[in-house]
């Protein structure tokens, strides 16, 4: 699917189209100089306050505040990461060996809802993925989907998995539901940098800036980082960028829990894999240096 979203933004008198890789359409609007518009959500927006704190500012867009529309609807401003640059290229990047929370999976265990379309959208991926009682019922809560999309994904065995791409052709695609495997995701890696390694190496290097800010970071010391992305973005003059994207299912952990963002995994850890996906990012990315 190609996801132009339907605004274009204003930039030194000159019009461009923002890209939007990911989230629903209705989600951004245009802001005023440099900036978007995200559809104001509580969790995402206390991370933002403490985030100014942090030491990841050089790696997070700078966040303006609330906006009210004149209907009330709230918006969090944030800097456009494209705005600086022709013609970007731009990755999404989800980080972490899980996309729900841990609060999500014991209130669906609790109040377990069947959801049709997640059903839908399974078959659409792989027809052959229900079981059998599964395409009886034609529906399939959410953590199963979100687990079936982990393991087709990168997710559960590398700690990340691409989301979208738009590439220098200037066509965009969220066609990486089953890019799974360390080569298949180099192969997209490559093909996103057109095997440019002056640009890869820029990536790499900005990766080893983030992960000691990630590893010291405030707001990953005391949150379980879920559904979070890196944006890379790079133009053909090799100009490029690596940013902390989407906080909105970054929540705190419960009071006596501390994770690394590296263990593994098992429920009521509250571990999210977020440096584990890093780390594994970082070394993919190295190997295509030499
Ligand atoms: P989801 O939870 O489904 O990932 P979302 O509604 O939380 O979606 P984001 O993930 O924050 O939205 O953003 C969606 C897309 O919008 C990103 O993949 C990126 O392409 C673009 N985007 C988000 N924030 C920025 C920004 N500050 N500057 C430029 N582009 C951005
Ligand atoms: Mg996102
Ligand atoms: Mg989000």
């Avoid at 990911?22 to 959500?41: D, R, V």
């Avoid at 839908?120 to 395409?135: C, G």
């Avoid at 065995?157 to 590439?167: A, D, H, M, P, Q």
Wanted: charge should be neutral.
């Amino acid at each position: 699917a190609v996801t132009w979203s339907p605004f274009l933004q204003q930039l030194k008198k000159r019009k461009y189209p923002w890209v939007q890789l990911a989230g629903h359409q209705g989600c951004f609007q245009a802001g005023e100089h440099g900036t978007i518009l995200k559809k104001l959500n509580t969790n995402e927006q206390k991370c933002y306050e403490v985030l100014e704190n942090d030491n990841l500012t050089a790696f997070i867009p700078a966040a303006r505040g609330e906006v009210v529309k004149e209907n009330g609807e709230k918006f969090l401003q944030l800097e456009d990461l494209l705005a600086p640059f022709d013609s970007p290229c731009v990755m999404d990047v989800k980080m972490g060996i899980r996309t729900y929370l841990e609060d999500e999976l014991k209130k669906a265990r609790e109040n377990p809802k069947l959801r049709s379309d997640m059903y839908e959208k399974m078959v659409d991926i792989d027809p052959s993925a229900p079981t059998p009682e599964e395409q009886e019922l034609r529906a399939i809560s959410k953590p199963r989907y979100m687990q079936w999309r982990e393991n087709i994904s990168s997710s559960s065995s590398l700690g990340f998995r691409i989301e979208g791409v738009k590439n220098s052709n200037g066509v965009s695609s969220k066609d990486f539901k089953r890019t799974r495997t360390w080569e298949q995701v180099q192969e997209v890696f490559q093909d996103f940098t057109s095997h440019n390694k002056a640009i890869m190496s820029q990536y790499v290097s900005r990766l080893k800036e983030i992960r000691p800010a990630v590893e010291n970071s405030k707001l990953f010391k005391d949150h379980e980082v879920i559904g979070s992305s890196l944006l890379f973005v790079h133009n053909s003059l090799g100009k490029t960028g690596v940013w902390l994207i989407d906080f909105g299912k970054t929540t705190p952990l419960p009071k006596n829990i501390v994770t690394n963002h590296r263990n593994k995994w098992v429920e009521g850890n509250h571990e999210d894999g977020y440096l584990f996906g890093l780390d594994n990012l970082i070394s993919l990315m190295e190997e295509l240096l030499v």
